[in-house]
């Protein structure tokens, strides 16, 4: 009868345990996250698309493919890589990052794993979220942008875009994933350069792209919460060459 | 110098080792995972949207929304569910996998995992590429749909449904998978019954969505390739509740 009460006593204490662990587990995972409140933009002088050039050409020769100012010849002189207003800077891509938060006022996050909760999703289509996220030795730029690709019907698009050059956005991966009303929608890729155009590569849909009903339901409070997270791509490529 | 030869050849072995174990996994989760091929079904006879009925009032009647024959009563007998066809089918749910395997030709295939490669990706909507899954003691139907939404514009929708009651449903979650070109989209939900109804399960865009562009990047030959896994979804719930 002992050995019973005893063995029962384990059992409930290994049940404790399993609980804690779990507890710990959810509780290490909420601090470990930033999460970062974004205020949409809603732009009122929207460009049309300021991107023609293939972007297959970006890689071969290493020149920004938005060149609307023809005088670029410098490889490293970028135009303003902000999606939002025709902007008529231009600069290298070691001062775009202060360019982006002095004249643009976009925020910065470090941190491996952090939480972009974009607020007022029932604004007006075109509407941007814009943040910068700082991590691994890099800055990334994530834009979230409310657009009609067909009229009366507006999407969500998604991306993340490396402020670097495209040789540079191989080497890492980014995650976006929404979790909410058990419904779970996760994209990695390989984030673009800065370099190609953030307009082309949602003109492409080459991004997370959301309806208007997946986005409510993926919503809380007229908020949407995106997980991201970037990992250097290299293990990956190891593992797809064996 | 004995001893560097000996430790160079004992860092060798473990790098062969470890060559081999990740060979083994990867010939392993291959032959683990059942391939089939689905042939499109051009649908010539495409029925306007059946169902009109809100999809909340299911779960509380627990009656069919698709009652396009008026003498449905019976809670338990359903109108055929097959998405392609204006079947006159009526019967009750034990019946309808085999309804759909001896009248519409589905498949049914067993596994936890599967890879379901859709071919002739590239034919106009509105074409299914419709599959049967049996797993965990029931059945799913997976429905992949090309549809123009919006007129010249086709999409992709993905969905899966249990064979069973709402209620039944509720006990699982089913993931889909895309993985190709450096991108990797999934998605996971609770199934719907089959007493919903496809057609509104689309039409609300709750499921997988991919443009063109998108179901392009993630096809191989004009065949998508989409990993499907079902898993039962109590753990989720007790982790939730936590």
Chains 1, 2 share one sequence.
């Not at 890689?59 to 023809?70: D, I, K, M, N, R």
């Not at 890589?81 to 938060?101: A, D, I, K, N, Q």
């Not at 952090?114 to 941007?128: E, G, Q, R, Y």
């Not at 490396?162 to 994209?187: C, H, M, S, V």
Request: glycine share 4%.
């Amino acid at each position: 009868m002992l050995f019973f009460t005893q063995c029962f006593g384990a059992v409930l204490d290994l049940i404790h345990l399993r609980f804690q662990h779990y507890k710990a587990k959810r509780v290490f995972s909420a601090a470990g996250q930033l999460v970062c409140v974004v205020n949409p933009t809603h732009s009122l002088k929207y460009a049309p698309t300021r991107c023609t050039a293939v972007q297959t050409s970006v890689e071969q020769a290493v020149l920004p493919p938005c060149h609307h100012h023809e005088a670029v010849h410098d490889p490293q002189l970028v135009p303003c890589t902000c999606p939002l207003f025709s902007c008529p800077w231009e600069g290298h891509l070691e001062v775009v990052v202060s360019h982006l938060r002095q004249t643009h006022h976009i925020n910065i996050l470090q941190g491996a794993e952090i939480v972009f909760l974009a607020t007022d999703m029932h604004l007006p289509a075109p509407t941007d979220w814009i943040i910068m996220h700082s991590c691994l030795g890099h800055q990334f730029l994530l834009v979230l942008r409310k657009q009609e690709k067909y009229e009366g019907h507006p999407q969500f698009f998604a991306t993340m875009m490396l402020i670097g050059t495209p040789t540079q956005a191989d080497n890492f991966t980014y995650r976006l994933e929404l979790n909410r009303n058990q419904r779970r929608l996760k994209w990695e890729a390989t984030p673009r350069s800065v370099l190609e155009c953030v307009d082309s590569v949602i003109s492409d849909g080459d991004c997370l792209v959301l309806n208007t009903s997946l986005a409510q339901l993926f919503s809380d409070n007229g908020s949407l919460a995106i997980g991201i997270a970037i990992t250097t791509s290299k293990v990956h490529n190891a593992e797809n060459e064996m």
